[in-house]
């Protein structure tokens, strides 16, 4: 059997990245490129001649104001040096079923709250870079939720669950191109709607299963497929919703393997992880440069904005 050639690409080895990234400086050059690609440019005037001081600051030649290289970025008011921030990127982006806060922390040799909040920034990253992302063609959507087995009521509607929705956008050989993994409210036809406005291209083809929720797509004039599933694990061999179903399967396991258990309020970040590099998966190669432009336009988040995560995003 012929190998999957996106499944077997190369990536970014360990020691290619420690040639590229290995040091300060090396780090420093790179996100200023990101961040600057046409050099710098005051973000207080928006002036593009400057200085850089023997501090490490730069300032602007017009108001003379005066900016780090991280500030107003993801990492703004760090303690920590770069190249602690790009391995943390790396082991983030490289790593199929992601890494733990807690392995995160003995992989740097930082402490698991500063590994935490560090894990957590770059996933706000992937979480804001995704919000602008729709998906379009034919789509396989499904309910489904997070959370591990608690006594009470079982299945939809249960306590500490959280309901998300799943949706993976295919090509015309039937290939799994693109998924969008977003946290909900609840399956009601309202907050379907406010789904779809937000997150799929019009006219898009939408293939569902029967729950009333997803008759929104219809009412919103999208050509919509209903196809009637039953309950048991036969309802999820239907071939109209393979894709849709191996993603959930992934997703889970790699949640239950890597994270064991997740907080509600931060589970968008979780899934926007997943989504992140499964849209990504083309060029392993390109993953961190890629990352690092965002982050350099990505707005800092302070820890008190961390633990208020958006519940829905």
């Known amino acids: 059997m012929a190998r999957n050639p996106i499944q077997f690409q190369a990536g970014l080895s360990l020691p290619a990245f420690l040639e590229q990234y290995g040091t300060e400086a090396q780090c420093r050059a790179a996100l200023y490129r990101h ?11 928006g002036n593009t001649t400057g200085c850089r001081l023997s501090r490490g600051l730069y300032q602007c030649h017009h108001c003379h ?16 040096p770069l190249t602690t921030w ?119 083809r939408v293939v569902s299963d029967g729950l009333v929720c997803f008759r929104a797509f219809a009412s919103l004039d999208y050509p919509h497929e209903r196809i009637i599933t039953g309950s048991g694990r036969a309802s999820t061999q239907i071939p109209a919703f393979n894709w849709v179903n191996t993603v959930l399967g992934n997703v889970k396991n790699a949640i239950t393997g890597t994270y064991h258990a997740i907080r509600g309020h931060h589970a968008p970040r979780y899934l926007a992880e997943f989504e992140y590099r499964f849209n990504r998966r083309y060029d392993l190669k390109a993953m961190l440069p890629r990352f690092l432009t965002v982050a350099a336009r990505t707005p800092p988040m302070p820890y008190r904005l961390l633990k208020l995560a958006e519940p829905y995003a």
Request: net charge positive.
């Open 86 to 204: 790009f391995l943390a990127i790396y082991l983030l982006t490289q790593r199929k079923s992601g890494i733990s806060a807690l392995q995160l922390s003995r992989e740097l040799g930082v402490t698991y709250n500063t590994a935490w909040k560090l894990k957590h920034k770059l996933l706000q990253v992937m979480l804001e870079r995704n919000q602008s992302e729709r998906l379009g063609g034919r789509i396989e959507i499904d309910d489904a939720y997070l959370g591990g087995e608690r006594p009470g009521k079982r299945g939809r509607g249960a306590e500490h669950k959280f309901p998300f929705v799943a949706a993976v956008q295919t090509d015309e050989a039937g290939h799994p191109r693109r998924v969008q993994l977003r946290r909900v409210s609840g399956f009601t036809l309202a907050e379907v709607r406010r789904y779809a406005r937000a997150a799929i291209v019009p006219g898009s």
């Open 65 to 80: 104001h005066q900016t780090s290289l991280t500030a107003g970025t993801i990492f703004h008011g760090t303690h920590l």
């Open 35 to 45: 961040r600057w690609p046409k050099g710098f440019v005051c973000p207080d005037c």
